[in-house]
Structures are given as C-alpha cells and as structure tokens.
C-alpha cells in the first residue's frame, strides 16, 4: 500500500538532491530528471522489491533507467533508499566520482545496467523478462523510458520481441513530456496515436498522471492478467516542480547557477512536508 504523504516526500527530496547535484557538478538535463521524480518516488518508495543492504538479491526486481541522461535522478533515489551516502550525491558528474552524468552500474550499488545511448534499456530489460522466465523467476523488470527515445528502431523490434513472448513480467514506463532535445517531440518526429501503437504491437496499455502517485502505483499493481507485457504512459511535464523550468526546452541542457539554483531549491522546499 503506497503511502501518499512519504512518497511525495521522496520526490521532493529526489528533485532537492538533483538540482544541487547538477549545479554543483555542471551537469545537464535536470528538466528530465524532474519530469521523472514521482515515478521514481512510486518505484523505490513501494513497488519494487529490493533489499538495499543487500543488492544483488536474487529476489529483487530489476529496475532500468533507458533515459540515462536522467541518471541523477536514481542516484538520488538509491541514496535515499539505503544504497548510498547522500553525502556521495555532491560529488555528481565531478572529476574523479563514479557517479557520471549518464548513469552506470559501474561501481554503485543497485544500478542493473549504464544507459545513455537512447534505445537500449527496453532490449536489455527484454532479454532479463524472458531469461527470467526461462529461468521460472517470479521477479519483475521495469524499464523507464522518454518519449522522444521512442524514435529508435530498437525499440520497436524489443516491443514486439516482448509480445511475441508473451512476457508478462516486463512492464515499461514511459516519461511522456512532449519534449525533446530543442523541440517537441510531435515536431521531431510524431508519436501519436501513441498508445494505439503499443495496443497494436500486442500490449496492454494505460495512461496515466505521471505525477499523481496514486494513479502510478495502480496502473503497475493493477495490471492486466492476460499474458502481455504492460506499457505504462506517465503524462509528466518537464522540470516539474521548479515553475521558471516547466514545459521549457531550454532545460533540457541548461544547468541552474546562482540565482536560480537558489530560487529553485527555495521552491522545493516548500513543497516538503
């Protein structure tokens, strides 16, 4: 059972934490680590099954950033989960940290794979839903996807790999923003009718409020029983939480110094609980 309150909570200290790790480091792309921060409060908050002193359980489910850009955003969802020092999170995308700007399992504990190249993270989670099914392993792997990474043939090929197999175990999230790189994702090359594209390549599909925390744990708890692979399509708004950053390309690659890095941790702390 989520509890709202916490969770909201966890995402407000995710997009804390990402805003100084990418002023402090001067990384880029903290639009699209905050368009994600609820998802991952709902995933390390209640939905994956993890053991954070123990990292390689067997048990645990397998979580995939694909949009590795984004990668400070589980650095501070692993930190705030048991997996690392906080204290660690400063040293982000700075000489000498294995925290890189793009994320990597390299070194930190509860990364399953590095992702940066768009398109990968849905063909490896593809292969870890049916080796684990090869296997008769009840675990589950998620993958956390952009939209605008949606343009890459791989993909397609993974999504209907995924269908053909029938794996029940993979459940893909997408960060629906509308934005991409210096433009829309509609104007770059258009998705839509998006959904009807996964329910036509044999998944079930369901949108959701991709900040309404309530609304993403349901979709993955309440998923469908027939035996297909389930995409979620999580509604965001790019630099969430930080108003001068909402729905604004510019933050896709700009880094917050100074008077905006204070005014955005100021409006963040606002929201705490």
């Known amino acids: 059972m989520i509890n709202i309150k916490d969770s909201k909570q966890l995402s407000n200290n995710i997009r804390k934490h990402a805003v100084t790790m990418t002023s402090l480091g001067g990384s880029s792309h ?8 609820d998802i ?3 995933l390390y908050g209640s939905v994956l099954k993890y053991k954070s002193g123990n ?3 067997p048990g645990r489910d397998r979580f995939i950033l694909s949009k590795g850009h984004a990668g400070a955003g ?3 969802a692993l930190a705030e989960s048991g997996f690392l020092s906080k204290h660690k999170l400063k040293t982000h995308y700075q000489d000498g940290s294995d925290l890189s700007g ?7 504990p509860g990364v399953e794979f590095s992702t940066g190249s768009l398109g990968h ?8 839903a049916l080796a684990a099914k090869i296997n008769k392993n009840n675990h589950r792997i998620f993958v956390l996807m952009s939209d605008g990474e949606c343009d890459e043939g791989s993909n397609w090929e993974a999504i209907l790999f995924a269908a053909h197999h029938k794996l029940d175990n993979l459940i893909a999230i997408i960060d629906r923003n509308m934005l991409q790189s210096i433009n829309s994702t509609e104007d770059t090359l258009a998705l839509e009718p ?12 369901c ?3 991709g900040h309404a925390h309530q609304e993403i744990s349901d979709a993955i708890m309440h998923k469908e029983s027939s035996k297909k692979p389930l995409c979620i399509i999580a509604n965001t708004i790019k630099g969430k939480g930080v108003s001068f950053m909402e729905n604004q390309t510019l933050w896709h690659y700009r880094t917050a110094k100074g008077d905006e890095y204070e005014s955005a941790l100021k409006e963040l702390r606002k929201n705490d609980a």
Do not use: D
């Not at 903290?30 to 921060?37: M, T």
């Not at 793009?102 to 930190?108: L, N, P």
């Not at 998006?194 to 599909?205: E, I, L």
């Open 30 to 37: 903290i639009g699209s680590i905050l368009s994600i921060a």
């Open 40 to 42: 991952l409060a709902v």
């Open 55 to 57: 990292p390689k359980w």
């Open 74 to 76: 589980v650095y501070a």
């Open 102 to 108: 793009h994320v990597s399992h390299k070194g930190i």
């Open 121 to 128: 993270g849905l063909p490896v989670a593809t292969g870890m």
């Open 194 to 205: 998006f959904a009807s594209k996964w329910k036509a390549f044999g998944w079930n599909v």
């Open 207 to 209: 949108e959701v409020n």
